[in-house]
């Protein structure tokens, strides 16, 4: 299902540029899709991970940072029974998410610079359970991965376009304007060669396939976050990760609740609009795992007391962690 979900837009691309190359000859459409794989799949899979000085990549923690982040990155890798050498820790200076879980090179955590000086160490636990429950659960990361690199490569010379129109002199809302016509003209643009080359049945079906892509990539993204979520709550973060929210976005504007509480079908009916709609506040996200999980164990232990120091945890009679998977 993932690899349906990832490939019609890049599958659409992919013939535009034969068709395009095959109006000089048959094996200069071929070259050209080949060329345009071959560079998706290098950039892939060939991104530098360490040791560059760009801000927005990873690099080794330093040794006040080292001393910071070891005893919490020990802690979480013990509760969760993995051998340290298995993901790898990293911080990274651009601003932004506070951390990144990036499964290439065998899965780094990317804690940022900010996050090493601002958390505590209770965050730090539950920032780094978040992240290695993005590396344990997250599903189709290689082949979204590669889908998005292919499309990218494709409308690189229109964000090229789009980028000099913003920097010309006149105010934001025009750029904003004119970026937007400009893409819906080169939405109007394929559409129009899919239908001249390929028939009005294959155009509908490649946008009906991109509207799909669209939803389908969303819905699996919220998945892994909702996944990653559940890993921090059931080590017992919960309140830590809480704790950065309420920090960190305080007055963001919260969605409609998640409705797990409510039958399959209505679950079923109203998986689309969720999809649709804007990204769930992640605190929503956590009082729905927290509630999910104490209806599933009626009958559990309470555990007092916990490494961060007065937080608890809730263990089944099993001593397992309930997931709440089927």
Known sequence: MMLLVAWPIPLMVGLLLFRVGALLDRWVGFGLVGVWLSFGLLIQLAKPILGTGDPRMPRTPTP??????APAWSDVVETLGIDESVYHLAVRDKQG?????????????????????????????????HEIGHLIGDGGTIVFGLSWELTDLARQPFTIVQRAVFRIGWPEWIGH???????????????????????????????VGALVQGIGINGIRRRNQLNADRIAVDLGHGPSARAILDRRMRYDRLSPPMIWSQPPALRASAFLLRNLGPEPFQGVRLLAIDKRLHARTPRCLT????????????????????????
């Open 177 to 207: 304007i004119v970026t937007t016509l400009l893409w819906l003209g080169l939405y109007a643009a394929f559409g129009a060669l899919l239908n001249h080359w390929f028939g009005p049945l294959a155009t509908i079906g490649f946008a």
């Open 303 to 326: 555990r007092s007391g916990s490494r961060e120091g007065g937080e608890t945890g809730e263990i089944p009679p099993s001593g397992l962690p309930d997931l709440g998977g089927s």
């Open 64 to 69: 006040e940072e080292a001393a910071v982040l």
């Open 97 to 129: 998410s506070d951390g990144v879980a990036d499964h290439r090179g065998g899965g780094f955590v990317m804690i940022s610079a900010a996050a090493v000086h601002e958390f505590s160490p209770a965050e730090l636990r539950a920032l780094m359970s």
